[in-house]
Structure formats: C-alpha cells, structure tokens
C-alpha cells in the first residue's frame, strides 16, 4: 500500500530528512524563506517521554558556543535569545590532577564563554519552534527507503502502519547523522570522494548527582561555569553542569581500557586508582548501575566531498562531516552548515516559488541554476572548514587528556595570551553574518587558535588553521631563541666566573 504527499502547485517543497537540531534548524530557516517545509524522522517524536529517556543514553552533552550561537541569530534572533536561557556558561577549563588538585584554566582574557545544554533540551526547543511555523509539517517514525533525485521523489515507510510513501521535493536536505541514508543514496549519483574512520577509543556517559546546600536544596558538587577534566594521559573524564544541578560525565578511554574493565570489582578498583575524588561525587552504586545500563559508544570521523546532487540534494551536520567531540565543534559546525548555506541562497537570489510545475521527466525537467550554483558553492567552500576541523578535534583530544597538564603547554597558552592581548582588536560584526559566510578573510593581531575556532564566527575553520599554523612558527622561534638567549648568557657568566677565579689567583 502506498500513499502520495500532495505537492503544492507554486512554493516549492523541501523535504529535509532527519529531526536533530541540525534538521530543525534548516526546516525553520527555509520556513522563514517561503518555502513550503516537510520533515521525516526515522525516530518517534523527543518530546515524548520515552525518547527522553532513551536519548539520555546516548548523547554527549553539547557545548554550544560563537558559532552555533550565531547560525541561531542568523535564522531567528528572538529563538535563539530564548535557548540562551537555558544554558550554564563555563568560562573555562577546570583540570583536576590525581590527586585531587584543582587548576583554573580561562578560555578567553575577555570572559567569553561556551554553554553547556542537554543535546534532549536544545532538540525539544527546536522542534517546538518548527511545529509552531504554518508552512512546516513533522512527521515522525518514517524511514527513508531510497531516493530517486533526477525524479524528485523519495520512498519511505511509516513505521507504524508498515504503509510505502512516496513524497516528491523540490530539494531534499539530509541532516540524518553520521549513518546518513541519503548520504549512501547519493553516492549512487554522485563521484563522491569518501573517508570515515572510527579511532580506537570509545565513550560511555555517567552522571554525577546534585548535593544540597546548607538549607537542605539541590546545589551543584563542582563549580558549575567549568568544564571539568581529570586528564589520564591515554584517556579523561569530563564534567559538564546541567541545569537541576546534576553533571553530564563522559568517560573517553581507548577501547582495549574499556575491555579490562569486565567485574563491578574492576570497575571500583580502576576509577579508586585513576580518579579517586570523581569516584567520591559520583558514588559507587551510581557509577556501577550507569557502567551497566549505558552503552559504550565509538568515535567516528567523516569526510567526503561533494555535499550536492544538481540543484536537488545537499547534505548538512554529521551526515557531511562526523567529527570527535573533542573541540566541541560538532553541533556548532552542523549549525553554522545551515548559516553558510542561508547566505549562499541569499546571493545567489533562490526564490520559493516554482517558475515551471515539476514534470517529473528528469530530460524536460529544467535545472533551477541559481539553486545549482548556491549548492555548487556550498560543496566547493565548506569542504575546507570541514577537514580543518575534523582534524583539529581528533588534535584537541591530545590536548585535553594530556597536554594541559604539561610546563611546556601552559608557557605555550601564557605567551598565546600575552601576544593575543597586546595586538588583537575585537570585531564589530552586526547582523553580517546572516548575509555573508564569513566576513573576516584576513584576520588581524595576533589570535589564540581556540579563540578563533570558539569565539569567532566571522573566521572560517580553515582560515584559523593557517593563520594558527604561522602563529606556532613565530612562538618556536621565540622559543628557540630564548634557548639560545639563555645558553649564551649561561655561557657569558661562566666566562666572566672563570675570569674572576684566574685574576684572584693572580692576586692571592
């Protein structure tokens, strides 16, 4: 049995596939932009009660910065104005030693910050905010089966009533993850180059409970504006607060750390040796039951090019470019995807209305050029912010479960500052970002490259890479010669040491 989804005669249609924020976020940008808007999700509806709690296995909690902050504005100023009311800031990096010792590490000298917020709660708002558009419709359960772009259609089933669909589009959108299905039926039609890579460490989420103040209420156990690491070397454990005062912890371990870890005993025993005062906030029966209903989860990375079929498919968010959570750049780059996709249409001038009915003969049907191009672009600039990214996440895990305990790192984070603030100017950007990509081609001063990834939306990830890149040149080169400096003035005093012992030899 089958059943069509009627296409309207003049706004045209996209079909976005996949309900995560990512997809949301698309649906009510092209919303706003006239387009009659259809959503299929493969999973029940996360408003439900059920999903919530499926949901809260699996995800890592989300750090929403600059960029993702930005692609919010960008679509719906006062919706993003709304979801900033329920995020915790975290100013900085809390870095908790073996034993027990605590070190403030700040992002940034003028107190910026990323937020912490549930992956559950963002997604909720979001699909709150498309429900309530007249030219969106949710569907929910509907698995794609396959895709037809030169025909325009796509076939999916509802998973309720085991009933075939056919749904015609204008533009199909896949924002379904890291597993994307359009992804794969886009292969079918495009030279698609492709890389994925699982690395050899997996996570699994625990949850550290809220304690009570003085007055017997809810109270965080850590300070709530850090995002806390206890860095091990070859794996760490993070913190993130959430907002009934409890933290997200996610545990990051290679796969074979995780194998050894088989009886509740080993368990104990491992986190009393590697983390003995996590061990105390958590509680043990807590850690033991998290350990034995939360799955362990693995650590993908995705790059391929292009994202486009003609002017009729892109692909966005982890269907593009999964990428480690180690930057916390995932969803903020899934976002800013539909930004710079929203500014490519802008420029190119993509009306909503169809100018000729869809024949469904892919020889007679025209090409639409200005949404061809807009999508040409899209795949030809945003594949080199993609890989800088995804390469400087799997970097940043080095990072935070080792390097940020070292001398030579916080010297290294010291000089960055110092320099950084000396010679950087911040930008005044005012509503160009919702008109062009990114404004700042040639950023100016000297710039941290945590900064520019975080806190500068104007800057593409690529163009961070670079400037980062000749940034490290000039700090070795200091590095070196202070070396020399030192050696040389070592040098000079034992010269002038030696001469003082020769001429007191001569006087006595």
């Given amino acids: 049995m089958s059943k069509d989804v009627p296409l309207p005669d003049t706004a045209r249609k996209v079909v976005i596939i996949g309900a995560g924020p990512v997809g949301c ?136 009533s085991g009933a075939d669909i056919r749904a015609n589009f204008d533009l199909c959108i896949g924002a379904d993850g890291s597993y994307s299905i359009i992804r794969r039926q886009l292969m079918r039609v495009v030279r698609m180059n492709f890389q994925q890579e699982y690395i050899p460490h997996e996570y699994i989420e625990l949850k550290m409970p809220a304690g009570h103040d003085e007055h017997g209420n809810p109270a965080f156990l850590l300070d709530p504006n850090h995002l806390h690491i ?65 799955p362990r989860s693995p650590l993908i990375t995705t790059k391929l090019t292009p994202y486009h079929y003609k002017d009729r498919c892109v692909i966005l968010g982890d269907a593009a470019h999964s990428m480690v959570p180690f930057y916390g750049q995932g969803l903020n780059c899934g976002l800013e995807d539909v930004r710079v996709l929203l500014t490519l249409l802008q420029e190119e001038c993509v009306v909503p209305s169809r100018t000729m009915p869809n024949s469904g003969d892919p020889e007679s049907d025209p090409m639409d050029q200005r949404l061809f191009k807009a999508l040409s672009r899209y795949s030809a600039s945003r594949h080199e912010d993609v890989v800088a990214i995804c390469e400087l996440a799997m970097d940043n895990y080095v990072e935070m479960r080792h390097s940020v305990t070292t001398p030579a790192y916080i010297m290294k984070k010291a000089l960055d500052h110092l320099l950084f603030s000396l010679t950087a100017r911040g930008p005044t950007l005012g509503d160009s970002l919702s008109r062009i990509a990114f404004p700042t081609i040639n950023p100016r001063g000297w710039l941290p490259l945590y900064t520019m990834v975080t806190f500068r939306p104007d800057i593409g990830y690529a163009t961070a890479r670079r400037k980062a890149a000749r940034q490290d040149i000039i700090l070795a080169t200091i590095a070196k010669l202070g070396t020399v400096g030192v050696c040389a003035t070592g040098f000079y005093l034992t010269w002038t040491a030696l001469r003082w012992m020769r001429k007191s030899k001569m006087m006595f």
């Fill in 25 to 160: 976020l698309a649906a009510i940008a092209f919303a706003k932009m006239n387009w009659q808007v259809q959503i299929y999700e493969a999973r029940p509806d996360l408003r439900l009660s059920s999903s919530k709690a499926a949901a809260q296995q699996r995800s890592i909690n989300l750090a929403i910065s600059s960029r993702g902050i930005a692609a919010l504005r960008a679509v719906d100023a006062s919706a993003a104005e709304r979801f900033l009311q329920t995020v915790i800031p975290m100013r900085g990096r809390m870095i908790h030693d073996i034993d027990g010792n605590l070190q403030s590490q700040p992002y940034d000298r003028d107190g910026q910050c990323i937020n912490s917020i549930d992956r559950a709660l963002l997604n909720v708002e979001l699909l709150e905010e498309a429900s309530e558009l007249p030219n969106i419709r949710l569907t929910f359960k509907h698995k794609v089966l396959s895709a037809d772009f030169d025909q325009r259609v796509l076939f999916l089933r509802d998973g309720d």
């Fill in 230 to 294: 206890w860095p091990r070397h070859s794996f760490m454990l993070i913190a993130l607060p959430n907002k009934d005062k409890t933290f997200t912890c996610t545990l990051f371990a290679p796969t074979v750390e995780f194998d050894r870890l088989i009886t509740r005993e080993d368990i104990l025993l491992w986190f009393k040796n590697h983390f003995p005062d996590a061990l105390s906030l958590l509680g043990e029966d807590k850690l033991l039951k998290d350990f034995e209903k939360n």
